[in-house]
């Protein structure tokens, strides 16, 4: 498998959650969004269908 970086990628931040949007990859049928709560560490994940979007609550 091939791993490809979305483009354009913006973030709307809310009280306890983000929400990021971003250009679609071709023919990806879905993503992973690595994150973490410190730079560098990314130990969480999320996965995102092809709509590109997704929404991150705090927990």
């Given at each position: 498998m091939d791993w490809y970086k979305a483009s354009e990628l913006t973030a709307a931040a809310g009280d306890t959650n983000v929400t990021l949007k971003w250009d679609a990859v071709p023919e990806a049928t879905g993503y992973v969004i690595k994150y973490g709560t410190e730079p560098g560490v990314y130990?969480?994940?999320?996965?995102?269908?092809?709509?590109?979007?997704?929404?991150?609550k705090n927990s």
């Amino acid at each position: 498998m091939d791993w490809y970086k979305a483009s354009e990628l913006t973030a709307a931040a809310g009280d306890t959650n983000v929400t990021l949007k971003w250009d679609a990859v071709p023919e990806a049928t879905g993503y992973v969004i690595k994150y973490g709560t410190e730079p560098g560490v990314y130990n969480k994940s999320v996965t995102a269908n092809k709509d590109q979007n997704v929404l991150i609550k705090n927990s």
